[in-house]
């Protein structure tokens, strides 16, 4: 008896489950009782340590998640940082660091609680009753109320884990904002800016679409048929929640609220100088590329983090993630290459992140295929939408609105097309999921149907193998028959759990589209709740600090980098980076080294790309001598970048003069305009 326990107890140890004894093995070797009562606190201690052990492995993987977010922000900072000028890397890159300490220190005193406290405001609209818009609990304030090894209801994760990856959300997201503000913005309202935005507009969107009732003094659900509540942390308490939104990673709390508070702040900020009379080309794609790849990889835990503790979620949101990414980049080069002729690494980097934006509201709701269907739409809409800042007239730097604004808000839309309840519980079925549960009674009796006629054939071909005593046709025989026979009894359970869901919809009156018009009001809401709030606080920010917002256009031109923080970013050109000599009165770049006065002098409605080329051309060995124009400008030239002619020495006007002669000359264009910037 004794090597039976042992078996057994081995057995469990190793599976980590409970095991229930074959009847067939009591009666064969009836044992003690002694050993029942041990065979019985064996597999309790199982359970606990597999409990344990589950509870490790959701931590650890939470904590990863954490990192692998942490890991976005300089991701982000590479990737803004690549696409601005090289005056302004620093300080654009210091734009999302920032967010690292002033955010992170905010959410773990007042954040987090105003997120996910139990609800202390609420209303009753868009058809939902009491819904939380915003959340406090004062244990959570600094967490002085929060045992290190205080678990969150219905989790496996502790209070703290939940903190810390909820914590980076909230870090990213004012940060995103910066890339439509890039170039122009100061740095000190910057920093007020976001505390206000991430109290004001994050934390009650946070709450109105993920907060539990984790933190409520009882379970907030309605009793069941036994008369018993639901546990903690099984009822959604906020606003978008309880009208059924799906949101799995940030859609709407993250992606169209930064995009949305981007472009108003695009409108209600003045444009960056020369702004659109001129181009203003990115310093660096490789910079750009690299924070996409760091963005991509970060998103992994992003998006496969947000199901908190169950692996199968994380495997769902990663392969989507990836689909999606993939499908976005390839969609968005194509794009461009039919629209441009050529593919560019800036198309690619943007298309990448457009994917994963559009699948962040998805990710854990939607197979892998739809994912990647999400991510070929978002790069082509996205790419679309990033034109028009052209027609409208407003300044995204680094188009902000056009990638995150516009890509979480046809991901959310997309989300009520492809999820599946299938995927998980939490999901629902949307447009694609409720045709197919519709249609699935159907495609269940036939196949039945078709089985059962291949049963027939195959006893048929039974009873003729024993006749013939053909052993192996024997065996093949019955090996179909009995995996025919298994297939039928899992029809039969499928098809009356398709029923009893077919009759769930009939009593909660979902139609194909129903998820999907969950997901507009709650995307529509998203935009105007953000979108007002966003109004005033760039307009309160502006004010209060003396309309210091925006930088000044003297400082704008000489850069953030040394205006800001009087520091030089990955600007290597050696004679503007030079520090200068004696002493001044405020910090100012070198623009009068020796040799020279230093000036620019801006071509303007010149497409970008074609007055290099034909500077270029004009440089070439030629037969015929060179204009007087151009021996007059050549000696004084230093650099030329976009539409701009870096000099040094000379009288400015006279060789705008000639510049503007040359140039409309050989591009054929006899009203061009020229200014000088000095």
């Known amino acids: 008896m004794k090597r039976v326990t042992d078996t057994l107890f081995a057995f469990l140890l190793l599976a980590g489950l409970s095991f229930v004894v074959p009847s067939n093995l009591w009666a064969e070797n009836p044992p003690q009782a002694d050993s029942i009562a041990e065979l ?208 799995f990673a940030g859609g709407t709390v993250v992606h169209i609220a930064a995009g949305i508070a981007g472009l108003v702040g695009c409108l209600i900020l003045r444009k960056r100088s020369g702004y659109p009379e001129h181009a203003m080309h990115p310093n660096s794609m490789v910079l750009t590329l690299l924070g996409a790849g760091l963005l991509w990889f970060g998103w992994f835990g992003f998006n496969g983090g947000s199901g908190l503790n169950s692996s199968e979620l994380s495997s769902s949101g990663f392969a989507a993630t990836q689909a999606a990414a993939a499908a976005a980049g390839l969609s968005w080069i194509l794009a461009e290459w039919l629209v441009k002729g050529k593919p560019t690494a800036l198309g690619l980097a943007s298309g990448v992140v457009a994917g994963l934006v559009a699948v962040t509201p998805a990710s854990g709701f939607v197979y892998a295929w739809g994912g990647a269907i999400i991510g070929l739409f978002s790069g082509v809409i996205c790419f679309a939408a990033i034109h028009l800042k052209t027609i409208f007239g407003y300044d995204d730097s680094l188009d902000a609105f056009g990638v995150h604004g516009v890509g979480g808000f046809v991901g959310a839309l997309l989300t009520g097309i492809f999820c599946y309840a299938s995927v998980q519980s939490a999901s629902a079925d949307g447009t694609l999921g409720y045709l197919w549960t519709k249609n699935r009674p159907n495609s269940i009796t036939a196949e039945q149907t078709k089985l059962k006629a291949q049963n027939e054939v195959l006893e048929k071909q039974l009873a003729e193998a024993k006749k013939a005593d053909d052993k192996k046709a024997l065996a093949i025989a019955q090996y179909q028959l009995d995996s025919n026979t298994n297939t039928l009894k899992a029809l039969e359970a499928e098809l009356e759990q398709v029923n009893d869901k077919l009759k769930d919809y009939e009593e909660k009156k ?24 966003s109004v005033g606080l760039v307009a309160l920010v502006h004010v209060a600090t003396g309309k210091n917002f925006t930088t000044s256009l003297e400082h704008e031109q000489e850069g953030l980098d040394r205006t800001e923080h009087g520091e030089v970013g990955f600007d290597l050109g050696l004679a503007l980076d030079s520090v200068p000599t004696g002493v001044r009165t405020e910090p100012k770049a070198a623009k009068v080294p020796p040799g020279g006065k230093r000036f620019e002098i801006v071509v303007e409605g010149v497409e970008n790309g074609n007055l290099i080329h034909a500077w270029s051309e004009l440089c070439q060995p030629s037969d015929n001598p060179p204009s007087a124009e151009f021996k007059s400008i050549y000696p004084y030239v230093t650099t030329v970048q976009g539409n701009r002619f870096r000099l040094r020495g000379g009288d400015p006007k006279t060789l705008s003069v000639n510049i503007q002669k040359l140039f409309s000359e050989k591009l054929n264009q006899p009203n061009l305009k020229v200014r000088i910037e000095e």
């Open 40 to 247: 019985k606190k064996s597999t309790e201690e199982v359970k606990k340590e597999a409990v344990k052990g589950q509870a490790r492995g959701d931590n650890s993987w939470m904590l990863t998640s954490s990192a692998f977010v942490f890991l976005m922000v300089p991701g982000l900072a590479l990737f803004y940082g690549g696409m601005v000028r090289r005056k302004n890397v620093l300080g654009t890159m210091m734009h999302s660091f920032a967010a690292l300490s002033v955010v992170g220190l905010y959410w773990v005193i007042a954040g987090y609680s105003l997120a996910f406290g139990n609800s202390i405001l609420r209303v009753s609209i868009l058809g939902v009753e009491q819904g939380g818009i915003v959340g406090w609990d004062w244990r959570l304030f600094f967490l002085k109320g929060i045992d290190a090894n205080s678990f969150l209801p219905g989790t496996n994760i502790p209070v703290y884990t939940h903190v810390m990856f909820q914590g980076m959300f909230a870090i990213i997201t004012p940060a995103l904002i910066s890339g439509a503000f890039a170039e122009r913005i100061r740095f000190w309202p910057w920093c007020i800016f976001m505390i206000l935005w991430v109290t004001i507009v994050y934390c009650p969107l946070a709450h109105m679409v993920w907060a539990f009732d984790w933190f409520a003094p009882f379970p907030q659900g309605d009793v069941d048929a036994n008369g018993n509540l639901p546990d903690l942390g099984a009822t959604a308490i906020g606003l978008l929640g309880k009208m059924g939104a799906l949101d």
């Open 510 to 533: 979902r139609g194909p589209l129903t998820q999907f018009w969950i997901q507009l009001k709650a995307s529509l809401f998203s935009v105007f709740f953000a979108g007002i709030l």
